[in-house]
Structure formats: structure tokens, C-alpha cells
């Protein structure tokens, strides 16, 4: 597929500098554009990059200097970079109907458009939205709903009873309704407490490769809409994570516990039972949360604390033997002085 | 299904209050139980939730206020609704026999009772206990072994030699006979040292989502029976974890480390290789264990220590400032002395 | 299959002592040896346990005492028992020729001596070399190249343009060419930044269960010839990882950034994006990387800095209630003085 500049130009809502004609193929970072790509460059630093490049074309902001090459301006140049790269993005879930290996129960609704590959399986009761594509080797357990446009990469496995919005994206090796870790005391050992509730992916979420999110106890696990959750992070039964979230790789967040909208967590953060995290909290990489965090704001540190607080911390500790050499110095002449007194 | 709540007085062992002919159709959660559910109240500040809730029966201590509702009172209310809950939990595995789909070698030995789902591939030599559920797309590898009544969800995979003992649960994407990372320095580089142990698996263990267990490298990984593993876990080859230990989520476990009986470890812990922990030990979330811990009690911290220890330094750290300024005052006192020393 | 002594003598470049046709059909631990078995001493106080050992003979080095068995000495003896058991490891992915339940595109290249397991599915324009192996349910995405004597273990994902060398091990539950975390604000939220690289695996690369390697955002995610992935590591989109580098499980290396040649890291570190890691540096377990490390050495800590440096302060934490006494002490003797001074 190929689009003329001025095509772009339109659909991006650009201002068009140069040869409209220029024919663009697809997009590339400034380092290894070439002949019909498009690039971008942020920044006036970037300008002599995309000046050397090979790319045809580049998208700058309104208001830089230029280079010699036809432009594209715009408000939000990596913006407009994401949106063109989308146009020219390959499916990696193409194909067409219904694959003769996939075993698909007979009641289940399938919308228009629908694609499944080889190998998937596909429970009763289970409603498959239009323009829904599943990638090879899925398992849709019973009475899963699928929101239309939605995209399941190789190999995720969605349990039984999890509902997933319009527009989200799946990707390979998550694990949706898994049963947590719910356990009572008998005489005994850990009896399992069994677990009834469902996932419940809202609109336009995505769930990075090898994720897992547990089915929640007896209510809904809750991924709220825009949220976008990277590779092995895992969400306990019953967490209720809010709208338009960030969650980076390897985090995790224990059970029952309630995250605002617009959180965002770096990686490898872990996030104690029960508590609240409210809106628009950021939690650096590697933190530990332990107790509720109700006001605005970055923190950082096991325990979590305001990320300020946390720095200050760290870099007195970079100084601790200065302490401890200036604690004894003090002893010293203290001494001295207590030595003199006796005289 | 249904019972009554007669029925289930005499399953529980409970005591009944109220109209013993009342359905019960399932259990619920205090915030959205309805017709039909039952469900249980732990403590007196519950009581007025339990009043409140739609739900037709509840669970109470034996001992606690009522509520106008037919009631089952019980010693351990949690433990009672756990059994319960148990009773009308869908069967997650639900299917009959073989399916066609799924390529089993020939000398595969498969108790009655068994159910194999689609696409699923079991290789030769491999043992099937009465009532094992096997769901679509797992591998099960040579000559593996599976108790009657073990669980195993979609997608797992269970690779040659491994062995799972009775009534085990193993969930999706979790794999079983991984090889360990053991290399050798030769001239060129790192030189695999081949993984020749097995895994084995006593009764009654769950293994989590996407956790996986390395085989041993000679000798076998082993996870004692009622030991319980959650999600993205990482036990290491020859680790020996002993019997009804919890394991939390994101946590890991290097090579040939042994620990005791009911160990239990929060989220997100590492333990070095090559060490030992003791029977009834608990080690808190985000611990790093770098050496033998053998005393029982609670630790916590990189490294980790008495958590009573653990918590003072954290104490201590959060007035760090406050130390430094101490120290500082000291010091302008000490000169001032010093210098009046001096007239 | 058996060897003789003599035989392996011969292939290890060994130095034999007693009876050359003793018959060895395996290797074993220490604990574990039986008749027949092959067994290796580092040093000596491995030496009683050899002799005690059931075991036929013993790898030992050159110049330790000798045992009561048939001997084989060497300079290494790990290496060489390595190599030996490497004679007699069994094949894992054992199998002829493309099973039928395989569903391979077309046009896909398979090169002489290739094993394809059931489940597999192998997508358009797909390279597989010269004896590779794929194990049950493993998903091969269009355009990959799969160089020979490469192995793939049941139920990895091998997604778009990933180009894996010669000679590399994937293990179970990997995904390689997942879409990373990246997405640009606009006016509804996070908008998805296409993910248009590829993962370039080059050879003698092995790759944990259960790991993620991101594709890159548009240039490659390299990991380079000879590094070994541990399980459940997770590699960002566009990282570069050098050669013979080993990352033990539960790392995770952010966006973009560069690991030289022989890195290595514990098990749970974590790199941030956009970083700079040189030859030769070793992070300890659970330590935070937040910005570059150029200078050869160990380092530890969050952030991380020199292990010296990290364990110096660690010694000083664990007194750090003494320093705190120590301060009160000197606040004490120094109001004493002061009030002397005022008399």
C-alpha cells in the first residue's frame, strides 16, 4: 500500500511543504529511513538526522526550522508519526473465516468479519463480536464475550466467563480468569476458596504478552477502559484498576485492591492487598505499595513514600560513611574537650 | 443444582436457624448476594451488610448477634462458606472422554473418569489417573505421571518425566520441566549443562498461571504436598519446597534452595541459590533472601532480617533528615565550646 | 546407549585410570550414582562422597587423590561431565518429519532433517533450517527465519519477523515479537504507537520459559550470539543485549537500552529505558539500574551503584540503631559540658 504526501497531508490535518506527488510506502526512525519513508523529528536537535536521512519525506513541528526534503507540519509530530505508521502497520492477525482445525461450539455467536486461525479452541456460549480476530492456538472458555474490533494474539488463553470490550488488544500468552490465590485454613491444610467471579476488560484495553489476570472471588477483576497493561504483570481477584492506566512489565497488584484512573505504575512495582491508590498517582519502578495512597502526586521506595522524601533518602545513604565519619570525629573531640575540663 | 438449606446444615456441620426448606441456588458476596444466595458474615461490623444484603441465608459464627434471615451457624464461618461454595462451583474443565482433536501416543495409559480436551498432545509413556482433567492445547511430554483427580487448565504444559502426585490443580500457561539455567565456562562461551532430573509434584499442590518450575539438573525439583504456588513464580532446578507452603505471586526461587515446611513467601521475594529456610518461616513481599534463615518467625528486607528489625531501620530511614541535622547542631555546639576553650 | 570408559576417555580427552571397558550408560549426582553411571569430584571433599557413591566411575581432576573406582582426569571436570552428559541427554523434541496435524503455509522452506510436532502452526514466507525442531502447539509467525539446529519447545510463540540463529534453544511459553510498551498521548488517551521491528536472536542464544523479547518499535531488539535468557525475563522493545551475556530470571531490561558483551544479571534486576550498560558488568539480584554503568565491576543496590559501595552502606543500616544512641550519647556529654561551661 502506498499514499501520496498530500493524502497524508489530509489525513493527517498537516501543513504540506514540497512535493505532494512524493509517493510514501510506510514509516522509519530517522537512523534507517529510506526511499518512500516517512520520519519524524521532535526536536531541532533531531533536524539534522532527518536532514541526512534517506527518508522521502519528514513530519516536523509548525514552528522548525526546515530541511530539504518535502514536509509535513504538525502540531504533534510523534502524534501524527503514530497515526500514519497505523496506516501502514501489517495485520498480524490477517487471514480470512474460520480455519478448519479451530473447534468451535455450536451455539456460539460469531459476528461479521470475524477471523480465527488454526488451533483455537472456543467454548459454548461464547459471543464473538464483528471484525473480532483470534490468532492460533487461543482457548475462548464458555460464555466469554468479545467486543467487536478486538485482536487475540497466539496463544492467550481467556477462562471461562471473562467479558472483553470493543478494541482491545490480547496479546500472546496472557491468561485471563485465572483463579487466585484464595485459600482457608482446615484442619487440614489450605482448602481452596473457590472462585466464582469473572474478568471484566473494558473498552479499548490492552494486556501485554504473558500477563495474567485473576477471575475475581465472588465480584468482577476490573480493567478499566483505555488502560494499557504491559508483558507479565499480574492482576489479583477482585482489583479493580480504573480508566486510561499505565502499567509497566513484571508489576503486580494484589488482591482487592482499587486503583483511580490515569495511574501509572513503573516496572516491577508491587501493590499490597486492599488498599487504594487514587487518580493520577504515579509509582516508580520497583516500589512497593503497602497502605493506601489517596493524594496526587510520584512516589517512589519500598515502602512507597513521596518521591522527593524517597530521593532525599537515597542520596543521604550515598553519604552514609560521611555520617558515621563525622559522628566519630564529634566523639573525638569531644572527648578532647571533656579531657580538658578534668585538667 | 440446587439445596436447601437443611441439606446443607447437615453438609457443614452447621446449626440451623430458620426455615430449613429454603433454595439455595449458589453463594455470593455481602455487596451482591440475591435470591437464592447464601453467604457468610465473619464479624459483628458485617452483621448489618448480611442484614442488608438480598441474599436468602447466611453463614454466622456460633456464637455472634443473628439477623432476620434463616442462618447456619458454624465455628469458622470462612472455612464453611468455602465448603460451600465448593459445592455449586462450575467445573472448569467440564467435557467427556477424548476429543478427536487431540493426538495421544498409543501406550498412554488413561484411568476412567478422564477427560481430554481438544488440541491437547500427550507423548508416550505417560500415566493418566482416574478423573485427571486435561484442558485443550496442553502438552504433557514423555513419561510423565498425573494422580487420579489432578486439574490441569489450557495451556499448560508439562514437559518429559515430570510427576504430579492426587487432586492437583495446575493452571494456564504454567510450565513444568523447563531446563534450568546451568551453564559451564569452556573456551567458547557458556556450555549448557544438560538437564537430566524430573519434577515432582506431591498431592493436592496448585501451581499458578504462567509459574514455572524447572527440572532438576540431576536429582529432582520438588514442591511438597498442599504447597500452594501462585502466578508468574519461578522455582529453580533441585529447589526442595516443602509441605503446605504458600507461594505469592511474582516470586522466585534459584537453584537447589530448600525450604521447610509451611514456608511462606509474599509477593515478589527472591531467594539466592543454594540456601535454607526453616519450617513455619514467612518472609514478606519485595524480600531478597541472600543466606540461611532457619530461626521461625517473620523476616523482610534486601537483605532480609527479623522483620521487627526491618521495620525500625525503615523507621529510622523516614527521620533520616532529622539525623542529619542533629548531627549538624552537634557539630556548631562542639565548635562553640571549642572555641570558648580557646579564651 | 552405552560408551566405554575408553571411549569416553577418548572423546573427552581424559586420562584414564583402571579398566577402560567398564560399560557407562548415564551421568549422575554425587547422591544419586548407581552401576553404570558416571560421576564427577571437584575437589576434595567431594572425594568420600565419590567413593562412597554407587556410581562406575569418576571425572576427577588431575592432580587430586584418586578414588577406589575407574577414573578419568581431567583439568576441568565439570566441563567434561557436562560434555559427557550432553552424550547422553535424550532428545526432548524426539519426532520425525512434519506430524499431519501441523498446519504450515505453502511457501514456508524447510530444510532436511527439520521434526515439526503436532499443533504447530507455521505461517506464509516462514524459513526453518536444517535439523530445527518444534515442539507441539508452537505458533511460527510470517517471514521468520529459524536457522539451523535451532529447538523450540511445546507451546512458544514466535511471532512475525523474528529471525532466530543457528543452534539457539527456546523454551516453553515464550513470546518473542510481542508488541512493546509504547503509545503516544492524544486528545481519548494512550494511542497506540505501531510496533513495526523485528527481534533478531542471533546464534547459541537460549531464550527461559515463559520470557518476553518485544519486537522492536521500527529498528531490531537484539539479543546477540551466545547470551543465555533465564524464564520469565522480560526484554523491551528496540534493547540491546551483546554477547555471552547471562540474565538470570524475573529480569527486566526497559526500552532501548544497550548491554554490552559478558553482562550479567541476577535474578529480578531491573534496567530502566534508554540506559547504557558496558562489558563485562555484573548486576546482583534485585538491583535497580536507573542510569548508565560504564566501568567494569559488580554492582548492586536500588539504584545500583558499586557492590562495595552497597554493601558498606547494608552493614551500616543494620547499625543503624547504634548510631542513632551513639547521637544521643554525644548530645547528652555535650549538655553536660555546655552546663559546666556555665558555671
Redesign the interface.
Known amino acids: 500500500m502506498t499514499r501520496t504526501l498530500s493524502e497524508l497531508a489530509e489525513y493527517l490535518n498537516a501543513r504540506l511543504e514540497g512535493d505532494g506527488n512524493t509517493v510514501i510506502k510506510?514509516?522509519?526512525?530517522l537512523?534507517?529511513g529510506g526511499p518512500g519513508h516517512l520520519v519524524f523529528a521532535e526536536n531541532n536537535k533531531n533536524l539534522s538526522l532527518a536532514e541526512k536521512s534517506g527518508a522521502s519525506a519528514v513530519i516536523l513541528p509548525l514552528e522548525s526550522p526546515g530541511v530539504r526534503k518535502p514536509l509535513l507540519r504538525v502540531e504533534?509530530p510523534?502524534?501524527a508519526?503514530?497515526?500514519a505508521?497505523?496506516l501502514?502497520?501489517?495485520d498480524?492477525l490477517?487471514g480470512k473465516g474460520i480455519?478448519s482445525?479451530a473447534?468451535i461450539a455450536a451455539d456460539v455467536e460469531i459476528g461479521s468479519g470475524a477471523v480465527i486461525?488454526?488451533?483455537v479452541?472456543v467454548e459454548a456460549g461464547v459471543k464473538i463480536g464483528e471484525n473480532v480476530k483470534i490468532?492460533?492456538?487461543v482457548?475462548i472458555?464458555?460464555n466469554c464475550v468479545l467486543g467487536p474490533e478486538t485482536r487475540i494474539?497466539?496463544?492467550a488463553?481467556v477462562?471461562?466467563n471473562t467479558e472483553i470490550g470493543r478494541s482491545c488488544?490480547i496479546?500472546?500468552?496472557a491468561?485471563l480468569g485465572?483463579?487466585g490465590?484464595g485459600?482457608?485454613?482446615?484442619e487440614?491444610?489450605?482448602?481452596?476458596?473457590?472462585q466464582?467471579g469473572k474478568v471484566l476488560i473494558e473498552d479499548?484495553v490492552?494486556i501485554?504478552?504473558?500477563t495474567?489476570i485473576?477471575r475475581g472471588?465472588?465480584?468482577p477483576t476490573v480493567v478499566g477502559a483505555?488502560s494499557?497493561i504491559?508483558?507479565?504483570v499480574?492482576i489479583?481477584h477482585n482489583v479493580c484498576l480504573g480508566k486510561?492506566c499505565?502499567v509497566?512489565?513484571?508489576s503486580?497488584i494484589?488482591g482487592s485492591s482499587i486503583l483511580g484512573n490515569r495511574v501509572r505504575l513503573g516496572?516491577?512495582v508491587?501493590i499490597?492487598d486492599h488498599v487504594r491508590v487514587g487518580d493520577d498517582i504515579m509509582i516508580g519502578?520497583?516500589s512497593?505499595v503497602?497502605k493506601d495512597i489517596l493524594e496526587t502526586g510520584t512516589y517512589f521506595g519500598?515502602?512507597a513514600?513521596p518521591a522527593r522524601?524517597a530521593f532525599?533518602?537515597?542520596a543521604?545513604?550515598?553519604n552514609?560513611?560521611k555520617?558515621?565519619e563525622?559522628?566519630k570525629e564529634?566523639?573525638e573531640?569531644?572527648k578532647v574537650?571533656?579531657e580538658?575540663?578534668k585538667d
Open positions: 510506510g514509516v522509519a526512525g537512523e534507517n504533534k510523534r502524534l508519526f503514530a497515526r505508521a497505523e501502514f502497520a501489517p498480524r490477517e480455519h482445525t473447534v486461525h488454526p488451533h479452541v490468532g492460533a492456538g482457548f472458555g464458555r494474539y497466539p496463544g488463553k477462562l471461562a488488544l496479546q500472546s500468552g491468561v485465572s483463579e490465590f485459600f482457608v485454613q482446615d487440614n491444610g489450605h482448602l481452596r476458596m473457590p466464582l479499548e490492552e501485554g504478552a504473558n495474567v485473576d472471588a465472588l465480584g483505555g494499557k504491559d508483558s507479565q499480574i489479583s486510561e499505565l509497566v512489565s513484571q503486580g494484589a516496572g516491577q508491587g499490597t519502578a520497583k512497593g503497602s519500598i515502602p513514600m522524601k532525599r533518602i537515597q543521604g545513604l550515598r552514609f560513611d555520617l558515621r563525622q559522628l564529634l566523639e573531640k569531644l574537650l571533656e580538658g575540663k
